[in-house]
């Protein structure tokens, strides 16, 4: 039994009529006899008594009838119960997004619109792997590389800044510094561009940018970070900075999710204000 079968029979209580039901369902008046033989055999109980004047309800059709009209209430119970939760905007929204933008750019500017919508809860997923908004492992992902492929949405929302950097600048000649940079199975942009400065892989290797970050700072290494989170370091000149867009991605049904669009549109918001920091301005 399923719902489309309780759907007919209780057409057919309240008509007690083929043809006036049959017009309330917007289908032929065969179909719902058959429907309503068929809601019979699998009950193994006779629903209806037929006369030459329509269907009467049987015993058992009114015990059914009462226990279908508290399944509705709870169905809209529940219906209800979740269109005010969304126009409410509660219930969690899962970010992915690169470890030092959480850590230095979202969540210093999160208490605000939390303060404001205290039922959204945030789940930060960090990190470089790519995460699957396609396949629904997360709600919104601020990406360093453009998805190609997948029913997203997509919008370039900032530019993010890159250099060179040691601890002191004793370590400018690259041909003697160490160099530290991303593990080889990441393939990112900054590291490329280690590469084509250098010539060379990476000396230490890391699988995320913080471990990046400690080698060069305490002077392990010469290697690439973004601007924004190099301060206290010595910037080696280049001919030009290493930029790279800042993606923000959702699955394009996503967006018309009120908890989850409200989310989106902040990010936005926040990556716009911090555009000057992302690109070294400051």
């Excluded at 006369?51 to 009462?66: E, F, V």
Aim: charge should be positive.
């Amino acid at each position: 039994m399923n719902w489309d079968d309780l759907r007919f029979f209780t057409a057919v209580v309240q008509y007690q009529n083929l043809s006036r039901a049959s017009k309330e369902l917007c289908v032929s008046p065969q179909t719902v006899s058959r429907k309503i033989t068929a809601l019979e055999t699998k009950l193994g109980t006779a629903l209806f008594i037929r006369h030459p004047r329509g269907y009467k309800p049987t015993i058992d059709a009114m015990s059914l009838i009462d226990e279908v009209k508290n399944a509705e209430k709870t169905l809209t119970t529940l219906q209800n119960n979740f269109i005010n939760k969304s126009k409410n905007f509660s219930g969690v929204v899962r970010i992915a997004t690169p470890e030092l933008i959480a850590t230095e750019i979202l969540l210093p500017s999160f208490k605000q619109f939390l303060d404001r919508h205290p039922e959204i809860d945030i789940e930060l997923i960090v990190g470089v792997s790519s995460i699957g908004i396609a396949e629904g492992e997360a709600d919104i992902a601020l990406r360093l590389v453009r998805p190609e492929r997948g029913a997203l949405t997509i919008k370039k929302v900032g530019i993010m800044s890159s250099s060179l950097y040691a601890m002191s600048s004793d370590m400018n000649d690259l041909t003697k510094s160490k160099l530290v940079g991303w593990s080889s199975n990441i393939d990112l942009p900054s590291s490329k561009w280690l590469k084509k400065i250098t010539g060379r892989e990476p000396n230490l290797k890391f699988n995320n940018l913080a471990t990046q970050k400690a080698a060069i700072q305490s002077g392990l290494g010469v290697g690439i970070l973004p601007c924004f989170v190099a301060e206290g370091l010595k910037q080696i000149k280049q001919p030009y900075l290493l930029e790279e867009s800042l993606w923000l991605v959702t699955h394009a049904s996503n967006i018309s999710t009120p908890r989850i669009r409200l989310v989106y549109d902040e990010i936005t918001d926040i990556i716009v204000k911090n555009s000057s920091k992302l690109n070294g301005n400051y």
